[in-house]
């Protein structure tokens, strides 16, 4: 909540004379904050031996013109016994995300024997932050971004003209193969998808030329950017996903 409403509830909350001052409690919170963040990190006594690290980002944007959008890096790391850290860090600010990282991990007990597991978009950036961080074997792709290109792919897929019966016989093959593909990722056969991807393609041919201004114009030309960005997304992580 803004500090202005928190120094409210915590005036009515206190039974001290106190968070009258937004600028105050601001104040109070960010020297707190800097102590947090540059204090070690409280190992457990046990070591973890694996532990799962999730890292995602996201923007908030501002409601004023001209004012700048924050990227925020947000994540969590968690043992197989249920222990769970969360971290947060605005990009391009004072916060060291990859000092956060590490130290979150040791937290929970990280050590030199520690499987570490990672989860992300597969976005080079956060990759990158990863690897910083000591993580560095390939990430398992996030299923909610995956899950969003293969429903692209599917949208194409069911406006493709069939105008000609070679498109028809074409688009019957390319409905088809897309299902198969979401179900081999889904099956965790990466290698399999890419078989579905380069059938797809053998048959694309059937729709070049296609200039029509409505949805099956354009359909070929959104198939064939889904399915790029499927394959992207796929070899960004290869045998992980």
Same mark, same amino acid.
């Given at each position: 909540?803004?500090?202005?409403?928190?120094?409210?509830?915590?005036?009515?909350?206190?039974? +001290?004379?106190?968070?009258?001052?937004?600028?105050?409690?601001?104040? #109070?919170?960010?020297?707190?904050?800097?102590?947090?963040?540059?204090?070690?990190?409280?190992?457990?006594?046990?070591?973890?031996?694996? +532990?799962?690290?999730?890292?995602?980002?996201? &923007? +908030?944007?501002?409601?004023?013109?001209?004012?700048?959008?924050?990227?925020?890096?947000?994540?969590?790391?968690?043992?197989?016994?249920?222990?769970?850290?969360? &971290?947060?860090?605005?990009?391009?600010?004072?916060?060291?995300?990859?000092?956060? +990282?590490?130290?979150?991990?040791?937290?929970?007990?990280?050590?030199?024997?520690?499987?570490?597991?990672? &989860?992300?978009?597969?976005?080079?950036?956060?990759?990158?932050?990863?690897?910083?961080?000591?993580?560095?074997?390939?990430?398992?792709?996030?299923?909610? #971004?995956?899950?969003?290109?293969?429903? #692209?792919?599917?949208?194409?897929?069911?406006?493709?003209?069939?105008?000609?019966?070679?498109?028809?016989?074409?688009?019957?093959?390319?409905?088809?193969?897309?299902?198969?593909?979401?179900?081999?990722?889904?099956?965790?056969?990466?290698?399999?998808?890419?078989?579905?991807?380069?059938?797809?393609?053998?048959?694309?041919?059937?729709?070049?030329?296609?200039?029509?201004?409505?949805?099956?114009?354009?359909?070929?030309?959104?198939?064939?950017?889904?399915?790029?960005?499927?394959?992207?997304?796929?070899?960004?992580?290869?045998?992980?996903?």
């Amino acid at each position: 909540m803004p500090y202005r409403v928190a120094a409210d509830v915590m005036q009515h909350l206190l039974p +001290i004379d106190a968070g009258k001052s937004p600028e105050t409690l601001r104040s #109070h919170t960010l020297q707190v904050g800097k102590r947090l963040g540059d204090a070690a990190a409280e190992k457990p006594p046990t070591a973890a031996a694996a +532990i799962t690290v999730t890292l995602d980002s996201t &923007f +908030i944007r501002s409601r004023e013109d001209g004012e700048r959008h924050l990227e925020v890096r947000v994540g969590n790391v968690e043992t197989e016994t249920g222990s769970r850290q969360v &971290f947060a860090a605005v990009a391009k600010a004072e916060t060291d995300i990859t000092a956060l +990282i590490q130290r979150t991990l040791e937290s929970v007990g990280r050590s030199d024997t520690t499987a570490v597991t990672a &989860f992300t978009d597969g976005c080079p950036g956060l990759r990158a932050v990863l690897a910083s961080a000591g993580v560095t074997k390939p990430p398992i792709l996030d299923w909610f #971004h995956i899950a969003m290109r293969l429903q #692209h792919t599917k949208l194409a897929a069911a406006n493709l003209s069939t105008d000609s019966p070679d498109r028809v016989i074409a688009k019957a093959v390319i409905v088809a193969e897309v299902e198969r593909l979401h179900w081999r990722i889904w099956s965790g056969k990466a290698k399999n998808a890419q078989r579905s991807i380069k059938r797809i393609r053998t048959v694309m041919h059937v729709f070049k030329g296609k200039q029509s201004q409505g949805a099956r114009g354009v359909a070929s030309r959104k198939l064939w950017h889904a399915l790029h960005a499927v394959d992207k997304y796929l070899n960004v992580c290869p045998g992980r996903s």
